[in-house]
């Protein structure tokens, strides 16, 4: 098919393409600007527009901007649109594509089914103990290191600290073994880890490759990751079933509730109306244990380091959370930190609501059309027109930085999401975490790390700007990185020197 088509013929406004490129900005590709400023400054401009179109290099991709088409999208017309873009649609089949993320139709449905009891807060709770210890394990790194260095503070780049502490997590809740990568800083876990789920420009620079030339990279059959680093964590998970199989050994992670999850799949048996069938083998169980990896990896350390970041320049905030934290210690008098503690902190909930309004890890998302569909609102006026395969994508930085839908959206302010405040936030238009039964399955594990690891952060140390610290954050981020060159440096002083 030609290109660069379909929003003339469809009338959807949409900037003229450039050849191979398509809308993606010269500048961003290079390095130079960030695509996120430019997401929201084009959102922001369209403002008289439900939908507008841009052309990711060759692919068009549908950006909905009206909440009622969103919701449609989401939730009522769901059935028309239920599987996500393949991450890289003809890199073929991979480990990747059993991922719950990648699965498609009633596979998706089958393997959502089987995981999300494994998602529940009782669940969770049991699995807080290792979260926590991974969070006392960082703050204990830092206090040792202070020591060594003798200054009375010490300047951190929180990349680094956050990348290792969810590295840390994700081996012990997820695959099963503990590690300390603040310790023993070259543990293969965590290189081989950070390679495999670190998106390197080379990776970066293959799926656009495979954006522009399809056909001819599947010919030459480049694979976007390396076997061999797969086949470690193959046989970590592998190893560890079978370990704990022969010796009856149950520990509250993820490689027992898969384990769980395959156990309950297989006895089930398939569900009679279903068309395609989900399968539940080892091979499934590792994708998700891999996809959790990635989403572990990347989202959570990125969602840090904004936290991180946004206390440093909000001292008044990181005060309030504070005072909140020594509430909640002195409540706990001197016994450890547990789940049920840790989810009464309103004003922590608060300070992660707004991070994930100004700096959503996921800046957007997305849905492919899988049937035709007019949609008209109450009045029977036609609002779109949707034919199979469009990709629809949801601007969520964006809209949550619209100052129609969050005044002085530039802001950081927890209180906007306070009890008697959020009626003011209009249905549709805040969505870090997605919508409708697509949505984040991880959402509470997620939240449950971040409060822990900060939590012990903010008890022990006072957050403060870096010489290092970027000034203007949205500027440094150049390209499609959701990272300054400048990285995130901070300054921690410890409390009772404060
Ligand atoms: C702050 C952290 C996180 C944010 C903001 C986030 C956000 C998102 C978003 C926006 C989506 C797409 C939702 C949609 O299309 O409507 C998603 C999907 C998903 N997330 Fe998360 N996520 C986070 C952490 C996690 C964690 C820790 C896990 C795993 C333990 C996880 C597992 C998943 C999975 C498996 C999906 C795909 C769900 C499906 O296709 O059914 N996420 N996440």
């Known amino acids: 098919m030609a290109p660069y088509k379909t929003f003339r013929e469809r009338g959807i406004v949409h900037d003229t393409p450039k050849p191979l490129i398509g809308n993606i900005n010269l500048l961003v590709l290079l390095g130079r600007a960030p695509f996120l400023k430019l997401l929201v400054d084009r959102y922001i401009e369209l403002k008289d527009h439900k939908i507008y179109g841009f052309y990711n290099m060759r692919e068009p991709f549908f950006v909905l901007r009206d ?71 960082g703050v204990r790194y830092i206090e040792e290191e202070l020591l060594k260095a003798n200054t009375g503070e010490i300047e951190l780049e929180m990349k680094d600290y956050f990348g290792r502490f969810a590295n840390d997590v994700i081996a012990s809740a997820a695959f099963g073994i503990k590690v300390n990568s603040f310790v023993d800083k070259k543990n293969q876990f965590y290189t081989l880890g950070k390679s495999v789920a670190h998106f390197s420009y080379l990776v970066m620079l293959k799926v656009m490759l495979y954006g522009i030339m399809p ?15 797969i086949d470690y964590f193959n046989s970590l998970v592998f190893d560890a079933m079978k370990y704990r199989t022969e010796h009856n ?18 006895q089930n ?75 009464k902190m309103k004003y922590m909930d608060l300070v992660i609501s707004e ?46 930085r619209d100052p129609d839908n969050f005044p002085e959206p530039e802001l950081f302010k927890p209180e906007r999401f306070l009890e008697e405040n959020k009626g003011n936030i209009k249905p549709f238009t805040y969505l870090p975490f997605g919508l409708g039964p697509r949505s984040c399955i991880g959402n ?46 901070i300054k921690l002083v410890p409390r009772e020197a404060a």
């Not at 007019?374 to 969520?396: H, Q, S, T, Y």
């Not at 997620?446 to 949205?474: C, D």
Request: glycine share 4%; aromatic share 10%; hydrophobic share 45%.
């Open 355 to 400: 991070l994930l309004r100004l700096w959503p890890p996921a800046f957007s998302l997305d849905r492919v059309c899988g049937k035709d569909i007019d949609m008209f609102d109450e009045n029977r006026e036609l609002l779109a027109k949707f034919r199979k395969g469009d990709v629809v994508v949801i601007p969520i930085i964006a809209m949550q």
């Open 215 to 229: 056909s001819v990279m599947k010919a030459l059959r480049i694979k976007l990751f390396n076997a061999k680093k």
């Open 249 to 266: 050994i149950i520990r509250p992670d993820m490689i027992h509730l898969l384990m769980e999850a395959k156990r309950q799949f297989q």
């Open 269 to 343: 048996g398939i569900p009679e109306h279903s068309t395609e069938h989900a399968e539940f083998n080892d091979e499934d169980l590792l994708a998700q244990c891999l996809l959790f990896f990635f989403v572990g990896f990347e989202i959570m350390s990125a969602s840090l380091c904004f936290l991180t970041y946004e206390l440093c320049q909000n001292p008044a905030v990181q005060a309030k959370l504070y005072e909140e934290i020594l509430s909640v210690g002195q409540e706990l008098q001197g016994k450890p930190l547990n789940y049920n503690m840790l989810s």
């Open 444 to 489: 509470r594990m997620a939240l449950m790390e971040v409060k822990s690891i900060i939590y012990h952060l903010v008890s022990k140390f006072e957050l403060v700007p870096a010489e290092k610290t970027v000034q203007n954050m949205m500027q440094s981020l150049k390209g499609f990185n959701m990272q300054p060159k400048q990285k995130f440096w």
């Open 67 to 137: 909440v009622e088409l969103i919701k449609r999208v989401g939730i009522q017309d769901f059935e028309h649109f239920i599987n996500h873009r393949p991450m890289i649609p003809e890199a073929g089949a991979s480990m990747f594509t059993k991922s719950l993320k990648e699965l498609k139709d009633d596979k998706w449905r089958e393997m959502r089914n089987t995981l999300t009891p494994s998602f529940t807060s009782s669940k969770l709770k049991a699995m807080f103990e290792l979260i926590n210890e991974c969070s006392v394990e």
